[in-house]
């Protein structure tokens, strides 16, 4: 798991020393953002200066377990399956497809965002919140760039699917002659 798929399910979430700080999902309300979120040597640090809530609290609030904090922990199914897609030969083109209307939702949702974002006045918006703004507006950039790598991996994917196909229809022309 990355620091940046634990800031994305957390809330009010801004840059803070060497970290970030959000609110704590362990416990509400949480007013002000009192968890702190930190990279460490082996994992992502997470702490609750409020409550003292555990890490454990922390992460079962997140659906998560505390496995997944660290960097070298094996990647989950669902993961996989949004990362990583390993389909049998037979159904690459609903994979293709999948990720194709995956990238189209983000990138639509992406764009509508950025339409709605050029629109606002700052003058009138705290920092705090104008910081919280600027941390969405860079996750829709991320959105983004994530929907460019589906749509290549859909294309690839793709791409060797009918290069698969078209051996196979060779093989059997080949062995029917």
């Given amino acids: 798991m990355t ?16 970290g970030w700080l959000a609110r704590c999902p362990a416990h509400s309300p949480d007013q002000h953002p009192s968890l702190s979120v930190a990279e460490g040597d082996k994992g992502i640090l997470l702490r609750c200066w409020s409550r003292g809530c555990t890490p454990n609290e922390i992460v079962h609030a997140l659906g998560r377990t505390l496995s997944d904090l660290f960097y070298d922990a094996p990647i989950s199914s669902h993961q996989q399956a949004i990362h990583f897609p390993n389909p049998r030969s037979s159904d690459w083109r609903r994979t293709s497809s999948d990720q194709l209307h995956r990238a189209e939702a983000l990138r639509d949702r992406a764009d509508r965002t950025l339409l709605v974002a050029t ?17 969405a507006i860079a996750e829709i ?3 983004r760039d994530l929907a460019e790598q589906l749509e290549r991996a859909a294309f690839q994917l793709r791409d060797q699917g009918i290069k698969k196909e078209k051996e196979r229809h060779a093989l059997r022309r080949a062995s029917n002659s």
Avoid at 3 to 18: C, K, P, W, Y
Avoid at 119 to 135: K, R
């Fill in 141 to 143: 950039y991320a959105d």
């Fill in 3 to 18: 620091i940046n798929e634990i800031l994305s399910q957390l809330d009010a979430v801004r840059r803070s020393g060497h």
């Fill in 119 to 135: 629109g606002v006045d700052l003058l009138p918006i705290s920092h705090e919140d104008t910081d919280l703004m600027m941390d």
